[in-house]
C-alpha cells in the first residue's frame, strides 16, 4: 500500500490531510464535551448559574414616536355650478392669492338678460302690492287678493335671487388666501355642474396627522409641543391641535393633528415624517433589547433575581428602542437582571448568580 502511495504523491497528501482533519475534529469534540455552552447555566450544588447585573432606573423623558404625514392646512376643490365654456384664465398655477380675488371666469351667457328680467319682474309685483295696500284700506280690494299679490311678489324675488347667483357662479373667486395649486380645464373649454375647475390650498400652516395606538393617546393632551423629523432631515415644530373623540373602527387608533406655522411658505405638504411627543419624565431603566423576551401571554418582559435568589419575571412598557439599547419601565427601581442563562431558567426557579462587572 505505501508503496502504491509513493508512486502517487497526490494520493499521499490526501491521505495526510483527511488524517490531520480527523485528528483536529476529534480534539475538538473533547474540549465541547468538557465544556458547558456559553449562554447555558452551569448546575453547582443542583443549582443553576446565572449572571447577573445591578441596574438602577434612570430618569428619561417619555416620549412617542409615530409616522405621520404632513399635509396643507386647508385645501378645496373648487367645481362649476353651472353649464358654460371658460372664458378667462385670471390667474395661474403656482400663483399667490388672496381671498376673493378672482381666479377663473366662465362664459356668463343669457345669465345678464335672466337678472334684468328677475328685476322688472319684481319692480312690477312691488307696485301691484303697493296699489293693493291702499285699496285694502278703503275695504276695495280682498285680503286673499292682497296676499296673492304679495305671493307673487315674494316668488318674484327669490327667481332674481336665483338668476344673480347663476350669474355669480361663472365668476370663481378664492374663498380663502392660498395658492393656486391646480388647474383641470382650459381657455374655450365646455364645463358642466359638478365638474372640477381648479385647487386651492393654504399652507401658511400645516396640518401633520398620524395614528396613536390606544394605550398613548391617554398621555397626550391638546397643546402638547411636538417635534417633527422630515425625511430629509429638516425639523419643524409644532402643537398638538386634535385628538379624535373615537378609535378608527378597523385599526383601533386615534387620529391627531399637529398644527405647524408655516411663514415661508415651503413646499412640504404630502412629505412623510416622523412625530416625536413628549409626554413627560418618567423613572425608567436602560438595557440590551436581546434581555427582553416574551412570557405565555406575549407580553414584553425581563427575568431578574429577587432577595431570595428566585427568579421573576417582571411585564414591561418599552417606552423607546434606539441603535444603543432600550428603555423600559416598570421594573424595581434596583434590580438584578440576568444577563447570561436566561433562557434556562423560569420564574419561580432557585438560583446561583454571580455578579459581573459594570459596564460588562
Same mark, same amino acid.
Given at each position: 500500500? &505505501?508503496?502504491?502511495?509513493?508512486?502517487?504523491?497526490?494520493?499521499?497528501?490526501?491521505?495526510?490531510?483527511?488524517?490531520?482533519?480527523?485528528?483536529?475534529?476529534?480534539?475538538?469534540? !473533547?474540549?465541547? %464535551?468538557?465544556?458547558?455552552?456559553?449562554?447555558?447555566? *452551569?448546575?453547582?450544588?443542583?443549582?443553576?448559574?446565572?449572571? +447577573?447585573?445591578?441596574?438602577?432606573?434612570?430618569?428619561?423623558?417619555?416620549?412617542?414616536?409615530?409616522?405621520?404625514?404632513?399635509?396643507?392646512?386647508?385645501?378645496?376643490?373648487?367645481? =362649476?355650478?353651472?353649464?358654460? %365654456?371658460?372664458?378667462?384664465?385670471?390667474?395661474?398655477?403656482?400663483?399667490?392669492?388672496?381671498?376673493?380675488?378672482?381666479?377663473?371666469?366662465?362664459?356668463?351667457?343669457?345669465?345678464?338678460?335672466?337678472?334684468?328680467?328677475?328685476?322688472?319682474?319684481?319692480?312690477?309685483?312691488?307696485?301691484?302690492?303697493?296699489?293693493?295696500?291702499?285699496?285694502?284700506?278703503?275695504?276695495? *280690494?280682498?285680503?286673499?287678493?292682497?296676499?296673492? @299679490?304679495?305671493?307673487?311678489?315674494?316668488?318674484?324675488?327669490?327667481?332674481?335671487?336665483?338668476?344673480?347667483?347663476? @350669474?355669480?357662479?361663472?365668476?370663481?373667486? /378664492?374663498? #380663502?388666501?392660498?395658492? !393656486?395649486?391646480?388647474?383641470?380645464?382650459?381657455?374655450?373649454?365646455?364645463?358642466?355642474?359638478?365638474?372640477?375647475?381648479?385647487?386651492?390650498?393654504?399652507?401658511? %400652516?400645516?396640518?401633520?396627522?398620524?395614528?396613536? /395606538?390606544?394605550?398613548?393617546?391617554?398621555?397626550?393632551?391638546?397643546? %402638547?409641543?411636538?417635534? +417633527?423629523?422630515?425625511?430629509?432631515?429638516?425639523?419643524?415644530?409644532?402643537?398638538?391641535? #386634535?385628538?379624535?373623540?373615537?378609535?378608527?373602527?378597523?385599526?383601533?387608533? &386615534?387620529?391627531?393633528?399637529?398644527?405647524?406655522?408655516?411663514?415661508?411658505?415651503?413646499?412640504?405638504?404630502?412629505?412623510?415624517?416622523?412625530?416625536? +411627543?413628549?409626554?413627560?419624565?418618567?423613572?425608567?431603566?436602560?438595557?440590551?433589547?436581546?434581555?427582553?423576551?416574551?412570557?405565555?401571554?406575549?407580553?414584553?418582559? *425581563?427575568?431578574?433575581?429577587?432577595?431570595?435568589?428566585?427568579?421573576? &419575571?417582571?411585564?414591561?412598557?418599552?417606552?423607546? *428602542?434606539?441603535?444603543?439599547? =432600550?428603555?423600559?419601565?416598570? @421594573?424595581?427601581?434596583?434590580? =438584578?437582571?440576568?444577563?447570561?442563562?436566561?433562557? #434556562?431558567?423560569?420564574?419561580?426557579?432557585?438560583?446561583?448568580?454571580?455578579?459581573?462587572?459594570?459596564?460588562?
Amino acid at each position: 500500500m &505505501f508503496s502504491q502511495l509513493a508512486k502517487r504523491p497526490w494520493l499521499l497528501a490526501i491521505v495526510i490531510a483527511l488524517l490531520l482533519l480527523l485528528w483536529l475534529l476529534s480534539g475538538d469534540l !473533547y474540549r465541547a %464535551q468538557d465544556r458547558a455552552a456559553p449562554d447555558q447555566p *452551569v448546575a453547582e450544588n443542583g443549582l443553576a448559574k446565572v449572571e +447577573i447585573h445591578w441596574l438602577e432606573a434612570e430618569p428619561m423623558q417619555r416620549q412617542h414616536v409615530v409616522q405621520g404625514q404632513v399635509e396643507p392646512w386647508r385645501r378645496v376643490e373648487l367645481r =362649476a355650478q353651472v353649464n358654460a %365654456q371658460v372664458l378667462r384664465l385670471d390667474r395661474d398655477k403656482g400663483d399667490r392669492v388672496e381671498q376673493g380675488e378672482l381666479l377663473l371666469s366662465l362664459s356668463p351667457d343669457d345669465r345678464p338678460a335672466q337678472v334684468a328680467r328677475g328685476e322688472a319682474e319684481v319692480r312690477q309685483r312691488q307696485s301691484e302690492v303697493k296699489a293693493a295696500q291702499r285699496l285694502r284700506e278703503r275695504s276695495l *280690494v280682498s285680503a286673499n287678493e292682497l296676499l296673492r @299679490l304679495q305671493s307673487e311678489l315674494a316668488k318674484a324675488r327669490a327667481e332674481l335671487d336665483s338668476a344673480r347667483q347663476q @350669474l355669480q357662479n361663472t365668476r370663481i373667486s /378664492a374663498p #380663502f388666501a392660498g395658492v !393656486y395649486d391646480q388647474r383641470q380645464v382650459e381657455l374655450g373649454g365646455a364645463v358642466q355642474p359638478g365638474q372640477s375647475l381648479l385647487t386651492l390650498v393654504d399652507i401658511s %400652516q400645516l396640518r401633520v396627522s398620524a395614528q396613536v /395606538a390606544q394605550q398613548q393617546v391617554t398621555q397626550l393632551r391638546l397643546g %402638547q409641543p411636538v417635534r +417633527i423629523e422630515l425625511l430629509d432631515g429638516r425639523e419643524l415644530t409644532g402643537e398638538l391641535h #386634535f385628538i379624535a373623540a373615537a378609535a378608527d373602527p378597523g385599526s383601533r387608533s &386615534f387620529r391627531i393633528e399637529v398644527r405647524v406655522a408655516n411663514p415661508e411658505l415651503q413646499r412640504l405638504a404630502g412629505a412623510s415624517a416622523t412625530l416625536h +411627543i413628549d409626554t413627560g419624565e418618567t423613572l425608567a431603566h436602560r438595557l440590551s433589547p436581546a434581555l427582553l423576551s416574551l412570557d405565555e401571554s406575549g407580553r414584553h418582559g *425581563v427575568k431578574w433575581v429577587n432577595a431570595a435568589q428566585r427568579v421573576e &419575571f417582571t411585564a414591561v412598557e418599552l417606552l423607546s *428602542v434606539d441603535n444603543q439599547g =432600550a428603555w423600559v419601565s416598570g @421594573l424595581p427601581q434596583r434590580v =438584578a437582571l440576568i444577563t447570561l442563562g436566561q433562557g #434556562f431558567v423560569e420564574p419561580g426557579q432557585a438560583v446561583r448568580v454571580q455578579t459581573t462587572a459594570e459596564g460588562s
